[in-house]
C-alpha cells in the first residue's frame, strides 16, 4: 500500500509584541531635547509610518505646550493609539482626556510610584492611599477612554506582594494595559522576566490585560531587560527612538524590534514595524532634538554596518553573511544615494520628500522647493540628508521673528575678528550691525547679540557635515541659556560661518518666543 508523504509541519503563527513608542514622551524628558509643536507632529507622522502602535505623544499637564501637541496629534493620527501621560491625579487625568478626546485612539496613561522609597520620600503615601489613588484615577479615565494603560512607577524596585495588589486594582478599576517600569534601571534581566512571570500568575485577571515593559538604561540593560519581560509574559515594550530619555535614556526602539527580528528563533514574536524606515526615522529624531547618534551605536550608529579589518572587508564580500547578521537595507541603509539634482522638479522633490516620510504642507513645501533650487547650484549632488535638512528648515516655528539676510567675516591667523550682520527683523525692516570677537563665529554671534539685544551664555556650538565630499552642507547646532531658559538652534548652508549664523539667530528666536510663553509646569509627583 502506498504511504502518503507526511505534510510538513505548519510553524504557529508569531504572536505580536505591541511597540509603544515614548520618544515624544520620556524622549523629549532628555537634556536639551525639547521639541516643538511642529517638531513632534513631524515625529509623530513619521513613528506612525514607522507601523509603530501606540505613540506617547507628551505629558498634557506639564504645559500648554504640551497639551496643544498631544492634542494636534491625537486628531491628526488616524492609525496609531495616541496616550497621553497623567501622574495619579483628578487634575491630570482630566487633562490627559481632553487631549486624546478627538483621537481615532486615544489611551490615557496613569501612573503612581509604588516602591517603599518613592512613597517615603516622594510621596510620603501609605500603601493605602497609593491603592485608593489607583483605583480612583484609573475609574476616572476609563470615563473618557477605554484604552487605560496603569503603571506602577518603580515597579521593579516595589514589594511584589504590594504591587501585585496595586496592579489587581488597577485591572478591577479598568484598566487594560499594565506597565511595569524599571524606572531606574536597576533590574537584571533575569529578576525582571521573574517580576512579569509572578504577576501574571498571582494577579486575579491578569492574563484579560495586556502586560508591559518600560526599561531605563542606567546599567545598559535596557533592550536586554526587555526581551527578558517579553520571555515572562510582557506583550507591549515601551521604547524610543535611538534610545533617548531620561538619564541614560530608554529601551532603543530599532534594537528591540531588530532583535525580535534577527533572533526569530529565540522570540517567536513578530512587531508591526516597518524595518526599511527605521534609519530615516533615527536620523529625523537626531536631526530635531540635537541629540546625535554615537557612530558605534547599534542598527542606527554610522559604523553599524562598515568593515574596517582587511579579513573583515574580504569575508563580506565573498558572502555578507560572515560578518553581517542583518542586511543594511533592512533597516533603511543606503549609503549617500544620490537622489535629486538641478533638473529635477517639483514632483519628485514632492515624492522623494514622502518616501523619507517628511510632511510639509504647501505652503512649506514651495519654500523648501524655492531653497533646494538655490542648493542645486552651490552644490551638484543632493543627497537624503540634503533633504532632510531643507525640511528641517521648514519646522521653525519663530520664523516670523528675526532672519539672517547678510553675512561678511574678516578673520585670520592674527589680528581681531570682525563680523558684520545684516539680519530682517520681526516686520521685515534690515537692521544691521558690527562686532569684533574671538575669531569669526565669536565676532558673528555678539554682533547678533547687538543686534537682537538678547544676550544669552553660549552653553553648547557644535558643526559637522551631512554628507561627505567638499561641497556637503554643515550643520551648526548652538545651545543657549538665557535667564535660565535653554535653547537650542540649528542651521543649514553650504558655508559653515553662514549655518553657524543661522542656527544663532534661531536659537535667538527661540528665546524671543518662549519668553512670550507662561508655561505652568507641574509639580512633581
Ligand atoms: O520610567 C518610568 O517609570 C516612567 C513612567 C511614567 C512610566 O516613565
Ligand atoms: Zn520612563
Not at 510620603?124 to 512607577?153: C, G, M
Amino acid at each position: 500500500m502506498a504511504t502518503l508523504n507526511p505534510m510538513p509541519p505548519v510553524p504557529a503563527p508569531k504572536a505580536k509584541v505591541i511597540i509603544f513608542d515614548t520618544t515624544l514622551r520620556d524622549g523629549e524628558q532628555s537634556p536639551g531635547a525639547s521639541l516643538n509643536r511642529t517638531e513632534k507632529l513631524e515625529i509623530a507622522h513619521a513613528l506612525e509610518q514607522l507601523g509603530v502602535d501606540v505613540i506617547e505623544a507628551g505629558f498634557p499637564i506639564t504645559s500648554p505646550g504640551d497639551f496643544d501637541a498631544v492634542r494636534s496629534i491625537a486628531s491628526e493620527l488616524k492609525q496609531a493609539t495616541v496616550a497621553g501621560l497623567a501622574r495619579c491625579t483628578e487634575q491630570d487625568v482630566r487633562r490627559a482626556g481632553e487631549a486624546v478626546q478627538n483621537a481615532a485612539h486615544g489611551r490615557i496613561h496613569v501612573f503612581c510610584a509604588t516602591s517603599k522609597i518613592h512613597r517615603e520620600f516622594k510621596l510620603n503615601k501609605a500603601k493605602d492611599e497609593i491603592l485608593r489613588l489607583t483605583e480612583q484615577n484609573v475609574k476616572l479615565a476609563r470615563d473618557y477612554v477605554a484604552d487605560v494603560e496603569f503603571s506602577p512607577e518603580d515597579a521593579s524596585r516595589t514589594e511584589l506582594d504590594f504591587l501585585a495588589q496595586v496592579v489587581q486594582a488597577a485591572i478591577e478599576a479598568g484598566a487594560t494595559t499594565i506597565n511595569c517600569p524599571d524606572t531606574v534601571g536597576y533590574a537584571t534581566p533575569e529578576e525582571y522576566q521573574a517580576m512579569f512571570e509572578y504577576l501574571l500568575a498571582q494577579v486575579p485577571g491578569a492574563r484579560n490585560v495586556i502586560f508591559s515593559a518600560h526599561c531605563h538604561d542606567d546599567l545598559g540593560l535596557a533592550v536586554a531587560n526587555s526581551l527578558a519581560a517579553i520571555r515572562g509574559g510582557a506583550r507591549q515594550v515601551e521604547c524610543t527612538i535611538n534610545g533617548i530619555g531620561e538619564r541614560a535614556g530608554n529601551a532603543a526602539l530599532e534594537e528591540v524590534v531588530m532583535a525580535l527580528r534577527t533572533r526569530g528563533d529565540q522570540f517567536r514574536f513578530t512587531t508591526g514595524i516597518h524595518t526599511p524606515r527605521l534609519l530615516p526615522c533615527s536620523r529625523l529624531v537626531s536631526t530635531l532634538t540635537g541629540l546625535h547618534v554615537q557612530r558605534n551605536k547599534a542598527i542606527v550608529g554610522e559604523n553599524a554596518f562598515a568593515h574596517e579589518a582587511g579579513i573583515h572587508q574580504d569575508g563580506v564580500l565573498k558572502e555578507r553573511r560572515t560578518y553581517e547578521i542583518m542586511t543594511p537595507e533592512e533597516v533603511g541603509l543606503v549609503r549617500n544615494k544620490l537622489v535629486l539634482g538641478k533638473h529635477s522638479g517639483r514632483h519628485a522633490f514632492r515624492q522623494r520628500l514622502d518616501e523619507l516620510g517628511l510632511h510639509l504642507d504647501a505652503e512649506a513645501l514651495e519654500r523648501a522647493f524655492g531653497q533646494f533650487k538655490m542648493l542645486c547650484d552651490k552644490k551638484k549632488e543632493i543627497y537624503d540628508e540634503d533633504l532632510e535638512a531643507l525640511a528641517d528648515e521648514q519646522l521653525v516655528e519663530d520664523r516670523q521673528l528675526f532672519q539672517l539676510k547678510n553675512l561678511q567675516v574678516m578673520a585670520g591667523t592674527h589680528g581681531v575678528a570682525t563680523a558684520t550682520v545684516t539680519l530682517l527683523d520681526s516686520g521685515g525692516a534690515e537692521i544691521t550691525d558690527a562686532a569684533i570677537g574671538d575669531g569669526p563665529v565669536d565676532a558673528m554671534f555678539a554682533a547678533i547679540q547687538r543686534l537682537t539685544r538678547i544676550s544669552a551664555r553660549l552653553d553648547s556650538y557644535q558643526v559637522r557635515s551631512l554628507t561627505g565630499g567638499r561641497e556637503a552642507q554643515g550643520e551648526a547646532i548652538v545651545e543657549l541659556t538665557h535667564n535660565e531658559l535653554k535653547v537650542r538652534g540649528r542651521g543649514f548652508s553650504t558655508d559653515i560661518l553662514e549655518a553657524s549664523a543661522k542656527a544663532y539667530v534661531a536659537a535667538i528666536n527661540r528665546v524671543r518666543t518662549l519668553s512670550r510663553r507662561t508655561v505652568s509646569q507641574a509639580s512633581p509627583l
